[in-house]
């Protein structure tokens, strides 16, 4: 069975930051790209960043400079290091590996 589970969701206040988490099993999960998308309230689920399985990473224009992607792969976590938070990053955080999506966890920026 396969389970993405995301924790690290927080009220932040803007310019803060956040660790997000997305532990993975039931997959090879080394052999997976991982992603982080987010969901705000109201509007579609965007993509955020890319890791591949060789650790090369891509971010929407929006986020770049501010979030890390990376991974653990011996213990099958994958990390969003989110800084400089905005309000406009409020949203619910999601990863997937292009096939299964978990839970999500929340991130809300207010003063």
């Known amino acids: 069975q396969v389970q993405l589970v995301e924790s690290g969701g927080d009220l932040v206040q803007p310019g803060g930051s956040l660790r997000l988490s997305c532990a993975v099993s039931g997959i090879a999960f080394g052999l997976n790209a991982m992603a982080w998308f987010r969901q705000a309230p109201g509007k579609e689920r965007e993509w955020v960043a890319t890791?591949?399985?060789?650790?090369?990473?891509n971010y929407r224009d929006s986020v770049k400079g501010r979030f890390t992607i990376s991974r653990d792969n011996a213990k099958s976590i994958v990390y969003l290091q989110i800084n400089s938070l905005k309000p406009e990053d409020t949203a619910i955080y999601y990863c997937?590996?292009?096939?299964?999506w978990g839970n999500g966890t929340r991130v809300t920026v207010s003063s």
């Open positions: 890791i591949t399985s060789t650790r090369v990473t």
């Open positions: 997937n590996n292009g096939n299964y």
